[in-house]
């Protein structure tokens, strides 16, 4: 849930109104309906396949360990390279939008000098040996409710604007809504801000009873997210309306100044501040072990699998996705970067994990599935359906840039397999 949240609903809420007008909570049922169809496909492979790597293991194992797995998983890693600086590009111009509250920044190389500046104090912060996170996930969990908690309580005890949760012609009007094109971008920012909820995956080998805590873990993450949003929509809709709300660059402040005065609103900004760099300290420590846990296995570069000399952690992955996280948010707007993020990910982590666990389930049957999705194999065709209607709804230049990525990867992989004489080239 704390992987789920970060800065994301604080910054794609004025966007998310920007496209759907009033109808902007159905925007975010629609991010937490694919969440939940997704999450039945994370939750199956989860659960049958407990163990450390997450898309990286389940795209190995389910199209083969010695041939086309090893090309899609060497793929997810691959496109890790740019997604994870995306990632970190979205929450650290996230943080220089909300850090323009407390100190206006006037001209236009302002905010991209605030958001460079917050990629390089992470990779200083994180140039050392890290024995234990949890001390900060609990205080960012609590900074986290603690925030959202405060705006609810005060949409629930300042309300002067009705909301919708249907559109004005009712349920008639629905379908016209849900399939326009302003949903589908909507809904691009409202799945970036429910990304997340599979993170328990990555950690499989190391939970407890993993058959019945992984599906639970899911489930209850997305569910709970949903209400959080849904009630921070609720209460912001209620207090300010959406033509101005949309039009916010920092919404949160906005939002608790008109309720609470300038200084609450400085208090409420620092906190959205403190919740954003703690996020992007733990988004940026958990990617940059992706290309070195695969390099160290054999299935991907070796420069990534590089230890720092001395102390320990891998330097090489954590200077080169920072470094082009750093350029990520100097060189792109927020709404480019969310929407890259999708396109990055779509077809090879989403699309392919989901055509991978019909594989798996015809190579190896059901029989010993610890958790089985109900109505297979309607979730697995919904979700592939809706995830290709969201890699569309991307647009013609980030849907090529996404094909892009895949087409250079692949075309390492096949130079560095012919150099190692592995799988196609491997010798008869």
């Known amino acids: 849930m704390i992987d789920m949240v970060g800065i994301g609903p604080f910054v794609t809420l004025p966007l998310v109104m920007g496209f759907m007008g009033p109808n902007f909570l159905l925007a975010w049922l629609v991010g937490a309906g694919l969440a939940l169809i997704d999450g039945l496909i994370w939750s199956e492979l989860g659960a049958a396949y407990p163990e450390a790597g997450g898309s990286y293991r389940f795209l190995k194992l389910a199209y083969g360990e010695q041939k086309w797995g090893r090309l899609m998983s060497f793929l997810y890693v691959w496109q890790t390279l740019v997604q994870a600086p995306l990632v970190l590009a979205s929450g650290a111009i996230g943080f220089a939008q909300y850090f323009g509250y407390l100190v206006p920044l006037t001209e236009w190389w302002q905010p991209k000098m605030v958001s460079g500046a917050v990629v390089l104090l992470l990779i200083v912060l994180l140039y050392r040996r890290i024995e234990d996170i949890g001390k900060l996930g609990v205080m960012l969990w609590v900074g986290v409710l603690g925030l959202m908690g405060w705006l609810i309580f005060g949409g629930l005890t300042h309300p002067n604007h009705e909301v919708a949760w249907l559109p004005s012609g009712g349920v008639s009007a629905l379908p016209g809504v849900l399939l326009s094109a302003a949903m589908g971008q909507a809904a691009i920012k409202t799945i970036y801000s429910y990304l997340g909820y599979y993170n328990v995956c990555h950690l499989g080998g190391e939970i407890q009873n993993p058959q019945r805590v992984i599906p639970r ?86 420069l990534f699998g ?97 094909l892009t990525v895949i087409v250079l990867g692949a075309g390492v992989f096949l130079l560095w397999s012919r150099r190692l004489k592995r799988w196609p080239f491997e010798k008869k």
């Open 306 to 402: 590089r230890l720092h000399p001395t102390k320990n952690f891998p330097h090489v992955s954590l200077l080169i996705l920072g470094g082009v996280g750093f350029v990520f948010s100097l060189l792109f707007r927020l709404g480019e970067v969310i929407t890259a993020i999708l396109a990055m990910r779509i077809l090879v982590q989403f699309v392919g994990q989901a055509v991978g666990l019909v594989l798996l389930r015809r190579r190896l049957g059901t029989d010993r599935l610890p958790f089985k999705m109900p109505l297979y194999p309607l979730p697995v065709i919904l979700a592939i359906a809706v995830w290709l209607l969201v890699f569309y709804s991307t647009g013609a230049k980030f849907m090529l840039s996404g």
């Open 217 to 302: 873990s899911i489930f209850l993450s997305i569910l709970g997210i949903m209400a959080l949003y849904l009630l921070l929509n609720w209460s912001v809709g209620t207090v300010i309306p959406w033509q101005e709300a949309s039009k916010s660059e920092f919404i949160v402040s906005s939002f608790v100044e008109k309720i609470y005065g300038a200084g609450a609103a400085q208090a409420a900004t620092a906190l959205v501040l403190l919740v954003a760099f703690a996020s992007l300290f733990a988004v940026l420590l958990g990617y940059s072990r992706i290309p070195y846990a695969a390099a160290a296995d054999g299935e991907f570069l070796p």
